[in-house]
């Protein structure tokens, strides 16, 4: 465990983006970035830009981003990876690098195993640590999706093995340099594409959203609330990618070590919840003990994985029995007024946070997601926090968004599915899936017949 550190929630998706800019704009010696995604949206150019500049000015900027979604961003960063101070690697990269489709029929069980962590560290002092990858529908920076989602801004001690982690990262054989996989670089790509961006009609309106108010007082950090605790982070192996070596270390292991203490209570965020038949057993027996088990993820309609819901959809009838409390978030439409100006929009349409609190004591926020993909294939991390304080903002949270927000889905004396909409007066019951339709029905109705729970 380690000691002397300090976390901070950044549970609001406006003040997430800020605290990354005002970090960057801090450093003085190293920036070191680990995402699966960077997209070329207002946000992510954004972030590069500013980045750009701290490299400029003497800082080194170290980015290491998963190959499978980098396609519109890669000239960018080829052209950045030519200015002093900033290095960029891809990992897993793809052979294919046009028809990228071809790596599916090539290579499909080595393409299919991504780097999903995300870490962002700022002089080895400071990290932001969560769910987050960088794009608008991260941060509420256009009027489309909005993930509703949650980092955890830390400093101290634990910063360190954050750091370590990263380097395992960077130094292993599967990041390769951008410089040494094949494609054109575009000189001054980065610069054409910002100007073009700045000179668009809501380039002032974002600038106003991201750095209004955002003052040398701010800079300090001040202004948050901040929790002491002990911590522990926790990754997988970065081999855990690679289809030859075995990996030394898995998140699963320990966060089945974290709930495995639970004496009375385990509330669980994940926006694609696919318990294994073993996980079922595990999450039964803790029931059988006294535990009280309590999951919220995303409905039919708020997800945006539909397929993936049919592995949860196979096991929710038997959670239920067992005693699990599920609940499923709304997918939530935007009215007309809110498209107008995008970038001061809070609602949420999707979940998209990893978080798990345990007896109101122990706190995991991190990348890891409640299914297979995370725990045998995709590369996960995140931090196990032991604060009581902690825990009960983050329960807040959790207790505000579900009347308002997601249906209790429940079984009658028949065990029919039902869900709990508590948003109306009086409650309205409803018996299928709220507000989804035939498309999204064929989908989950097809995967959920196809031996495919492995990849969900």
């Known amino acids: 465990m380690k000691q002397h550190n300090r976390f901070a929630l950044l549970d609001d998706a406006r003040e997430s983006l800020r605290q990354r800019v005002a970090l ?52 960018l960063l080829r052209d950045l990876s030519q200015h002093p101070n900033f290095r960029v690697k891809l990992f897993n990269p793809l052979v294919h690098r046009k ?27 400071y990290a932001i640590v969560g769910g987050r990858n960088i794009g608008d529908e991260y941060f509420g920076t256009h009027a489309g999706q909005l993930f509703s989602d949650l980092d955890v801004l830390v400093k101290g001690d634990c910063v360190s093995a954050i750091a370590e982690d990263w380097s395992n990262y960077w130094q292993c054989d599967l990041a390769v340099s951008i410089d040494n996989i094949s494609g054109r670089s575009r000189t001054e790509a980065f610069i054409a594409r910002w100007q073009q961006f700045s000179k668009q009609a809501h380039a002032e309106q974002l600038n106003e959203y991201v750095f209004g108010g955002l003052a040398d007082e701010d800079l300090d950090l001040s202004r948050l609330t901040w929790h002491s605790a002990e911590a522990q982070w926790i990754s997988d192996d970065p081999y855990k990618a690679s289809m030859s070596r075995k990996p030394s270390r898995l998140v699963v292991q320990q966060m089945v070590k974290v709930l495995s203490r639970a004496k009375h209570q385990v509330r669980m965020v994940s926006p694609y919840f696919v318990p294994t038949q073993n996980g079922v057993q595990q999450i039964e027996a803790m029931l059988e003990q ?47 007024q809110n498209r107008v100006l995008p970038y001061f929009r809070r609602s949420a349409t999707s979940l998209h946070a ?32 032991e604060s009581p304080s902690l825990a009960k903002r983050i329960i807040e949270i959790f207790d505000h968004e579900l009347p308002l927000r997601a249906y209790q889905v429940r079984l009658n004396r028949f065990y029919k599915l039902y869900w709990v909409d508590r948003s109306h007066v009086p409650v309205k019951r409803i018996y299928r899936e709220p507000d989804v339709g035939w498309r999204r029905r064929f989908v989950v109705w097809l995967t959920a017949r196809l031996p495919v729970d492995h990849l969900l």
Not at 105 to 121: G, L, P, Q
Not at 357 to 378: C, H, K, L, M, Y
């Open 354 to 385: 990893k978080t798990v609190t345990v007896d109101e004591r122990s706190v995991f926020v991190g990348s890891f997601n409640f299914d297979p993909r995370s725990a045998q294939i995709n590369t996960e991390a995140g931090l196990i926090i």
């Open 99 to 125: 028809l990228r489709w071809l790596n599916y029929f090539t290579d499909f069980r080595r393409v299919n195993r991504r780097m999903h962590n995300k870490a962002f560290i700022v002089d080895d002092c």
């Open 24 to 75: 960057i704009r801090m450093a003085s010696h190293s920036i070191k970035l680990q995402y699966y995604m960077w997209r070329d949206d207002a946000s992510g150019l954004t972030l590069l830009n500013e980045c750009k500049l701290a490299s400029e000015r003497g800082v080194k900027v170290y980015l290491l981003l998963d190959d499978f979604t980098s396609k519109p961003t890669e000239q």
């Open 290 to 336: 006294g535990v009280q088990f309590q999951v919220l993820t995303n409905s039919l309609a708020a997800t945006d994985v539909p397929a993936v819901h049919a592995g949860y959809q196979r096991r929710r009838r038997r959670l239920l029995t067992a005693g699990v409390k599920l609940y499923e978030i709304r997918r939530t439409e935007e009215s007309p």
